[in-house]
């Protein structure tokens, strides 16, 4: 390998990336738009499900506690009903995702059993805001179970040590604000660097057998090795310039909390780009189309790093075939140590698995592009 | 190959073929060219032409038989093979999106031509492109022509002792295609070996020798002068007679004459040596009523050559 011919690559293919729009607009503004779209417009916390009220009883009590459901910001009531077929048509008609149907004798049969129900309907349509608002739901009910308790003890002149309660205090770890965006943001950093990354090399190689230039490159003495490596070094340098602005957007702009050392995330995203790299490279190389192995790379890359790397979707909710499919899933490694080290403070002995998942996976795909590519015409 | 090929010879093929699938492109083909020689490669579309010119290049790997480029071995020594030649292939293939400057630079550094020896280099290439003052120029806005010059100013910047041309003036117009032969017969007095692929004739005309090929063999080779003389297998008469016809259909039939066939209101008749002469030719068509006015030996053009030696291979080849 000489490196005045992989030099002699990299400047060629830098210039080239400096003059073709569609590359510029990939490696500077996609990024900044992703970071934007994903940073503001992605988040899985649900606040104000509306919901429809169908108070039967219309007691004080009842009345109390519908004014419990639009305290805390969790639902706006949108909707109040007058009958079980108005909950029909307000679902239908979108006004509300849940309703609350308190019964006639909600109050009579409190007081005399000592229980009484309501009852919650909800639109499934969307399990995952339904799951959340159930609990919601559940969240208040509790509350005013507990004040029933306590006006009932307070009635009775009994103190809550005498009856022995269990009282559970939750508190969460790392992402203490239980704030989705914290737990999203960096995996947006995976999904920018797959998108950028595998776009952009996997036209490198199909661009010059479109054009021709290929047959007089390939005619010249350059190695297979210097033409792979000086066509990945500027698209490199590009990925690591890109996840640098993304990262420092995360932490300045969207306040992730960075807990770790820049080092071990620098290490983690050189190999997930090592690995994007190689796999727009090798597309690049068996596709001979540029339109074709652009496609492919967005098959390979931005889905699997959306959908299976536990970006939006937790890994251990899926069913086990596809958790057991994840660890062949590259960005799955790349996403863990993300938010290990911005959230956690993770250090590089606590992530050694993740890196070594990247490390062989970097080893294997750059092993594979190497090989690929023949200075060859048939 | 028991021996590497003596310095007098550049480029060498032996039975060289290239097969693919069951397509021949390349049908046992023997050629040898000497240093500093200009061979003019020349053949029908699809006679093979680009493909020997590949294997050469060691882009394409042959089927079988070998060729020697620069005393190397295509097959096995293809890295030492691309040190030592230029090529230029069929589809205009430098960067478009590069101004000139940056393509000579881009071929330097992939050349290694010597950093001290660059600045001279590219001032050469420059010059012989006819592009001095325009090296800022991106190359998809240059016309045909200096394309064309660039292009082999990139293929030569490394000083390669063999050239590969493969229809390097397709699509330029004449005045262009005349300088870039200039730039050729420069390279070979230069001790340059160039084997130039052409379907212009006038082109094969400023060749030292022309191989002929079609359908993947090497149909005829020799200098311009020798393929005129005996190409045709005979000598050419040209005849002014009445009625055409009636003097075709003769001819035709008759022992002695290679071929016949209507000349705009002459008839090119092929005399085989030895055959007909003027006086029994004279005799045989006025014994079919025919009336010849004259007679006269012509000098065929290499078109003529051409067109009677691919014509000919068509006839005496069963199909494939």
């Known amino acids: 390998m000489k490196l005045r011919r992989l030099l002699a690559m990299a400047y060629k293919e830098t210039l080239q990336i400096w003059r073709d729009p569609r590359s510029l607009a990939i490696a500077l503004i996609m990024p900044l738009m992703q970071m934007g779209l994903l940073g503001y417009g992605v988040s899985l916390d649900i606040k104000q499900v509306p919901l429809c009220i169908y108070d039967q009883e219309n007691s004080q009590l009842s009345r109390a506690i519908v004014s419990r459901f639009d305290a805390g910001g969790w639902f706006a009531t949108t909707g109040v009903l007058h009958s079980q077929a108005g909950v029909r048509a307000a679902m239908d008609a979108g006004t509300c995702i849940g309703a609350v149907v308190i019964p006639v004798d909600f109050s009579r049969q409190l007081a005399s059993t000592g229980t009484a129900s309501i009852q919650a309907v909800f639109d499934a349509t969307d399990v995952n805001t339904t799951n959340i608002a159930q609990g919601y739901l559940q969240g208040v009910v509790a509350q005013i179970n507990a004040q029933i308790q306590a006006q009932w003890q307070a009635a009775h002149g009994v103190s809550a040590s005498q009856l022995g309660q269990v009282d559970l205090q939750p508190s969460t770890w790392f992402n203490q604000t239980l704030d989705s965006r914290n737990f999203i943001i960096p995996g947006v950093v995976a999904v920018i660097l797959a998108l950028v990354g595998a776009q952009l090399t996997s036209l490198t190689v199909s661009r010059e057998w479109e054009r021709g230039t290929m047959e007089q490159l390939i005619s010249t003495p350059v190695t297979a090795l210097e033409v792979m490596l000086g066509k990945l070094l500027p698209y490199f340098v590009v990925g690591m310039v890109d996840a640098a602005v993304c990262l420092a957007l995360a932490v300045y702009w969207f306040d992730v909390p960075f807990r770790g050392s820049v080092l071990t995330l620098f290490a983690a995203t050189a190999l997930f780009s090592l690995v994007i790299l190689g796999i727009g490279y090798l597309i690049s190389v068996r596709i001979r189309s540029q339109l074709a192995a652009s496609q492919v790379a967005l098959y390979v890359t931005l889905l699997p790093t959306t959908l299976l790397s536990g970006y939006t979707f937790p890994i251990d909710q899926m069913p086990k075939p596809i958790q057991a499919l994840t660890l062949v899933v590259y960005p799955r490694y790349y996403v863990t140590i993300l938010r290990g080290i911005f959230l956690k403070g993770s250090s590089l002995v606590d992530l050694w698995q993740p890196l070594l998942g990247l490390v062989i996976f970097a080893v294997v795909i750059v092993w594979l592009a190497a090989r690929a590519f023949h200075k060859r015409l048939d | ?320």
């Open chain 2, 1 to 320: 190959m028991s021996a590497a090929a003596p310095p007098s010879i550049a480029v060498e093929a032996r039975r060289l073929s290239k097969r693919f699938g069951d397509f021949v492109a390349v049908d046992h083909l023997d050629l040898s060219i000497g240093r500093g020689e200009v061979m003019g490669f020349i053949g029908p579309n699809g006679a093979g032409k680009s493909t020997t010119i590949r294997m050469f290049c060691g882009l394409l790997p042959p089927s079988e038989g070998q060729a020697m480029v620069a005393g190397f071995d295509v097959a096995s020594q293809s890295q030492q093979v691309r040190e030592h030649i230029g090529y230029m292939s069929q589809k205009f293939s430098l960067y478009g999106d590069l101004t000139v400057a940056e393509n000579l630079r881009f071929f330097g550094g992939i050349y290694r031509v010597p950093q001290r020896e660059m600045a001279q280099r590219l001032a050469y290439a420059l010059g012989m492109a006819g592009l001095q003052g325009r090296d800022d120029a991106l190359v998809a806005t240059l016309a045909g022509g200096w394309k064309q010059r660039l292009a082999l100013g990139c293929a030569i910047l490394h000083r390669p002792p063999v050239l590969f041309l493969d229809e390097p003036t397709s699509g330029v117009e004449p005045q262009a295609r005349r300088q870039f032969w200039d730039l050729i017969h420069q390279l070979a007095a230069d001790g340059v070996t160039i084997l130039v692929s052409t379907h212009y004739m006038d082109e094969a005309e400023y060749c030292n020798r022309i191989a002929l090929i079609d359908r993947g063999r090497l149909v005829a080779i020799g200098t311009p002068g020798e393929l005129r003389t005996r190409g045709l297998g005979g000598a050419l008469l040209e005849l002014q007679c009445a009625p055409l016809g009636t003097a075709l259909a003769v001819l035709q039939q008759a022992q002695g004459v290679v071929d016949a066939a209507i000349f705009g209101d002459k008839l090119h008749v092929v005399a085989g040596s030895g055959g007909l002469t003027a006086n029994a030719l004279a005799a045989l068509l006025q014994a079919h009523g025919v009336q010849l006015a004259s007679v006269r030996t012509v000098t065929p053009s290499l078109e003529d050559v051409f067109v009677r030696l691919v014509a000919r291979g068509q006839e005496t080849r069963p199909a494939t």
